[in-house]
């Protein structure tokens, strides 16, 4: 197998801090994020006020935002509850855009973006629950390009990076027959927001799994097999539950024509998510990610041809927060494909350039050959 490392050069782009209208004081910069005391959106602060944003501090609970101010050097706080939209749409006044960290987003979502749609800001988030996502992209498509705003669901190591992954490895193909995400994953310690939404995801599907294919999403009430997957080295060969199905079954068949979309987990994570007693991650560093790492190995078949994207890293919930400014850092500058709309991360932008932008969260390679699952 032949390996080509893509480049991994980082284009800083400054934008210009401009007074806007509503909240006073409020600037170009200033994201709200919503949910921000949480695991997630903690690592999206940091991420936000290394990129130069200022974070506005919003969500349900206030006593933990009046906490994390004081942890920010006093950062600004506006409490709001998603079911009272005046409160929502204080949160959002004067703000440049807002990234929802929040779950469940199957109670979050729709309420953010609706405020986000009214102040006419652009709405991220790192959803990685499917019904949520689907959710979004059906309802939203329309009301978002008539109010000539951008909404960005699953902007996350699940669902947006595996479309980002799959976009760029198609290259010029505009249809295939298989895109498969294999993500090998060291462990998963899952945190209690991840616990909740898995919860309200198989609630909702009456605890069956989904799948996608011939085009579309199915539900199935069998178990899912498990399978090896040839992982490129150091990581090799490994099992995998086969039918593991993440966000990306949303986001990937979202704007490509790919009528199978598969994605694979590891079993060692697949059975620390199943545990009870898997504790959530814990730091390893200054900076809070956890030791855990992974490698996501893209496949895209189309007749015979293969090709193949991968992806390192280390910790996965850290790992959302320079996906999710990035998004909006492109979106606030116009670096789009499209002006407005409910779309996916691969529809959005260019696939290959945002790829390159995560260096060093993310080290992205390209490979001839494929790797390949035995039952």
Same mark, same amino acid.
């Given at each position: 197998?032949?390996?080509?490392? *893509?480049?991994? *050069? ?13 909240? $006073? ?14 695991? *997630? ?27 994390l101010q004081e942890a920010t050097d006093g950062l600004e706080v506006r409490p709001a509850a998603v079911d009272d939209p005046a409160a929502l749409d204080r949160a959002l006044a004067g703000a440049a855009a807002v990234i929802n960290c929040a779950g469940p987003f199957a109670t979050t979502a729709a309420p953010v973006i609706e405020a ?8 991220? @988030?790192?959803?990685?629950?499917? #019904? =949520? ?48 995400? +294999? ?6 310690? %899952? ?11 198989? #609630? ?5 799994? %989904? ?11 069998? =178990?899912? $097999?498990?399978? /090896?997957?040839?992982? %490129? ?11 593991? *199905? ?12 790919? $009528? ?14 199943? =545990?009870?007693?898997? $504790? ?24 015979? #041809? ?8 280390? @910790? ?9 400014? /990035? ?19 691969? =529809?959005?932008?260019?696939? +290959? ?11 992205? /390679? ?8 035995? +039952?």
């Amino acid at each position: 197998m032949t390996t080509q490392t *893509t480049q991994t *050069t980082q284009t800083t782009q400054t934008t210009q801090t401009t007074q806007t209208a509503g909240t $006073p004081g409020a600037t170009r910069r200033a994201v709200v994020v919503y949910g921000a005391y949480g695991h *997630t959106g903690r690592f999206v602060v940091a991420e936000l006020r290394e990129r130069g944003f200022v974070p506005v501090l919003s969500g349900r609970d206030e006593r933990k935002l009046k906490e994390l101010q004081e942890a920010t050097d006093g950062l600004e706080v506006r409490p709001a509850a998603v079911d009272d939209p005046a409160a929502l749409d204080r949160a959002l006044a004067g703000a440049a855009a807002v990234i929802n960290c929040a779950g469940p987003f199957a109670t979050t979502a729709a309420p953010v973006i609706e405020a986000a749609l009214r102040a006419g800001i652009p709405y991220v @988030d790192v959803a990685a629950e499917i #019904e =949520a996502n689907v959710d979004t992209l059906a309802r939203y498509a329309e009301p978002a390009r008539a109010a000539g705003v951008l909404v960005v669901p699953a902007m996350a190591f699940y669902g947006g990076l595996g479309d980002l992954l799959a976009t760029a490895a198609m290259g010029e193909w505009t249809a295939a027959d298989e895109v498969h995400v +294999a993500y090998g994953l060291d462990s998963w310690h %899952p945190t209690a927001g991840t616990r909740a939404a898995g919860a309200v995801s198989r #609630e909702r599907r009456g605890g069956r799994r %989904p799948v996608h294919r011939d085009g579309r999403l199915q539900y199935r009430d069998d =178990a899912p $097999p498990t399978l /090896e997957w040839a992982f %490129p080295e150091p990581m090799g060969p490994r099992a995998v539950i086969g039918e593991f *199905t993440m966000a990306d079954v949303v986001t990937v068949p979202s704007h490509l024509a790919v $009528p199978e979309v598969r994605t694979y987990m590891t079993t060692e994570a697949a059975g620390d998510l199943a =545990a009870a007693d898997t $504790p959530p991650p814990a730091p390893a560093d200054e900076s809070g990610r956890s030791a855990q790492t992974f490698l996501i190995d893209v496949l895209v078949r189309s007749g015979t #041809e293969e090709r193949r994207a991968v992806a390192t890293g280390r @910790d996965i919930y850290a790992v959302t927060a320079p996906l999710a400014v /990035e998004a909006v850092d492109r979106v606030l500058t116009g670096r789009t494909r499209v002006p407005a709309g409910a779309v996916s991360a691969g =529809a959005l932008f260019d696939a +290959a350039d945002f790829l390159r932008a995560l260096t060093p969260s993310v080290v992205v /390679e390209s490979a001839a050959g494929a790797g390949h699952v035995d +039952a």
